[in-house]
């Protein structure tokens, strides 16, 4: 059990991480993030819409990103997420904490013969 919760708060960091960087180059919406995460990271990061949301209300909650409402066509609705100013400065946090995380590791796994 605690592996799991492990491995899905270390999913949802990854996720902020995924969201913050996508909505700094535009704003998305659910499905757009889905499938930039996909493409963009050729199919390695692989997500469902289910699992996305709860992390776009954490962000949402924490003030790191705005959501608006868009009419698209007569009667359908697209929420499009925006990275906001205190966004852009978790991100690079974020950015700061992979980089030492993933050298961090490439060392412990070159030290070991790996």
Same mark, same amino acid.
Request: charge should be positive.
């Given at each position: 059990?605690?592996?799991d ?6 999913? @949802?960091?990854?996720?902020?991480? *995924?969201? %913050?960087? %996508?909505?700094? $180059? ?7 993030? *889905?499938?930039?995460t ?5 199919? @390695? ?9 709860? *992390?776009?209300?954490? %962000?949402l ?6 959501? $608006? $409402?868009? %009419? *698209?066509?007569?009667?359908?609705? @697209? ?8 966004? $852009? ?9 992979f ?6 590791? @490439? ?8």
């Open positions: 059990m605690a592996q919760a492990g491995q899905n708060s270390f999913r @949802r960091g990854i996720m902020s991480l *995924v969201i %913050l960087s %996508l909505l700094n $180059k535009e704003d998305m919406y659910g499905y757009q993030l *889905v499938q930039g996909n493409q963009i990271s050729g199919g @390695r990061i692989q997500t469902q819409e289910g699992s996305l949301y709860p *992390v776009l209300y954490k %962000l909650d924490q003030g790191l990103i705005s959501d $608006k $409402k868009v %009419l *698209v066509g007569k009667r359908m609705t @697209r929420i499009y997420y925006h990275l906001e100013p205190a966004g $852009k400065v978790r991100l690079q946090e974020l950015i700061r904490e980089d030492d995380i993933t050298t961090g590791m @490439r060392l412990i796994m070159e030290d070991s013969g790996l």
